[in-house]
């Protein structure tokens, strides 16, 4: 769920504070650009122009292969239903389609393969609802264009079970409603196109959580065609990729592009993530958001104009919070979770021209069986009954930090933060980072009220950034959201941030 700063802007309002911020209105064209407007960038050498360039699969089929005839309708469904497991399938290039009933889909066995030669697709015609599903493990799809489902909202097209040690390779998923592609533990999702989607390009969401992901060299743009946070405003339920109680999770070298909403979402009890050499480019809202989650490393990534539509939006509505290109939302190192690292690393990383910089986030009153708690279902991953965190108990060790989701334990460092003189003025809106509470209130018998925790994630908790390079106009928002500081106060006690760091007005190259 998005992270609880404030009350949420009313639908209205945002509609409008969008249509402002993007020159354009639900029913006119657009006539100013929504944030800087440098030419598209190549993609990563790992992941390539994979929407516009789809490798083709093999043009025969392979030896014991069962060919697959797209003039039969739903002859894939069927021969998937005959066939023993550890079945390759060939498709033929072609409109392959189910039949007619909605939840009518492809139910794999262990081991099957699916091949799509050269020009196949399966089509859902925008009566099916899922494409392949089943609990059967180690299923893989290749070389497939999949189009045209019409999965319901969070779940997904292909793998709607989640089904484990699933293998996507080199497939285009687009043009779906719901999530192009669920997962489930040990995932591979390798050199795919994940392209306007009507939710998400892949929801990587099973009850009881997914472990051993990886996400790797994909395309991912153009997802959350829908617009669900309009629809349903604050409901944290949109983005290019959404990752919900992940542990161990590496995602490398993909290309997040233009999605509407948030590239990358890990939120609710994720754990040990990778987040290494994507370019994250031109989405409407953040980058990254890593909520309620535990320990990662963020290096070595390229992020570029993203957030302008959210960030201004959000500015012209009034609210002074420093909304973020990498957002971390009660999210911190925590040795007592295994993982890779036992802190969030954030370093290495080349952010340029986005609305912000990194926001360090702690809601006073989000915890563990409080009611201001988005994911009220859920607790951390150090109290495994959420009727413990109550008072009296709550009040007193070990409860009164292990009911919490703390931001703690991050280190940024390494990184270039860069907003240039091509970007329309935003003075005193963006170009900032922050480390901030809000005041605790409710509810009332939380023992979290005051300033308890703006004090704690601004000073006491291990949060440090140092060695870093600013170019151009950066603030600093620290304890509360209306407090701004700039470079030297910033450095100076009490906050002591960004020792061995520069800050200069224009790039020297």
């Not at 925790?453 to 390079?469: G, L």
Request: net charge neutral; with cysteine.
């Amino acid at each position: 769920m998005r992270a609880a700063r404030r009350r949420a802007l009313p639908a209205a309002a945002l509609a409008l504070a969008l249509a402002a911020a993007t020159g354009c209105d639900d029913g006119g064209t657009t006539d100013a650009t929504p944030g800087p407007t440098a030419a598209p960038s190549a993609p990563p050498a790992s992941a390539a122009r994979l929407c516009a360039e789809p490798a083709a699969g093999p043009a025969k089929a392979p030896a014991g292969a069962v060919t697959v005839d797209p003039a039969v309708p739903g002859d894939l469904a069927a021969k998937s239903e005959s066939s023993p497991p550890h079945t390759t399938f060939w498709l033929r290039p072609g409109r392959h389609t189910l039949p007619s009933n909605r939840y009518d889909q492809v139910i794999p066995k262990e081991g099957d393969v699916y091949l799509g030669a050269p020009g196949a697709v399966l089509d859902g015609r925008r009566s099916n609802h899922y494409a392949f599903g089943g609990s059967a493990p180690g299923v893989a799809i290749r070389y497939l264009t999949v189009r045209g489902f019409v999965a319901p909202r969070d779940e997904g097209v292909v793998n709607h079970d989640s089904a484990d040690g699933w293998v996507v390779e080199h497939s285009t998923i687009r043009d779906n409603s719901g999530a192009g592609l669920m997962a489930g533990s040990r995932q591979r999702v390798r050199a795919n196109c994940l392209r306007d989607n009507g939710q998400y390009g892949m929801n990587a969401y099973k009850e009881g959580g997914v472990r051993g992901l990886v996400v790797e060299g994909n395309e991912i743009t153009g997802n959350n065609k829908d617009d669900w946070e309009r629809q349903r405003p604050d409901c944290g339920c949109s983005g290019g990729v959404k990752f919900w109680a992940v542990d161990g999770a590496d995602v490398r070298g993909n290309w997040v592009h233009g999605n509407r909403g948030t590239g990358l979402w890990a939120d609710t009890n994720n754990n040990d993530f990778l987040i290494e050499g994507n370019l994250i480019e031109d989405n409407d809202g953040a980058a990254l958001i890593y909520e309620i989650s535990y320990n990662a490393v963020i290096r070595k990534n390229t992020i570029r104009r993203n957030n302008w539509v959210e960030g201004r939006a959000y500015a012209a509505s009034g609210d002074t919070f420093p909304f973020a290109t990498v957002y971390l939302s009660e999210s911190g190192g925590e040795p007592r979770v295994r993982a890779r690292t036992d802190r969030i690393d954030v370093s290495g990383n080349v952010l340029e021209n986005n609305w912000s910089g990194i926001t360090l986030w702690e809601n006073a009153d989000r915890f563990c069986n409080s009611p201001a708690n988005t994911s009220s279902g859920d607790c951390t991953l150090l109290v495994k009954d959420i009727r413990r965190c109550a008072q009296p108990a709550i009040a007193g060790p070990p409860l009164y930090s292990d009911c919490r989701w703390k931001t703690q334990r991050v280190d940024v460092h390494g990184n270039r933060f860069v907003l240039d003189g091509s970007v329309p003025a935003c003075a005193g809106r963006c170009a900032r980072m922050g480390v901030l509470s809000n005041y605790g209130t409710y509810p009332d018998w939380s023992p979290y009220q005051g300033e308890r925790v703006a004090r704690a994630i601004t000073q006491d908790q291990h949060n440090s950034w140092h060695d870093n390079v600013y170019v151009g106009p950066w603030t600093f928002v620290v304890h509360d959201a209306s407090r701004a500081v700039g470079f030297e106060q910033w450095r100076e006690a009490p906050y002591r941030q960004d020792a061995g760091s520069t800050l200069r007005a224009k790039d020297g190259g």
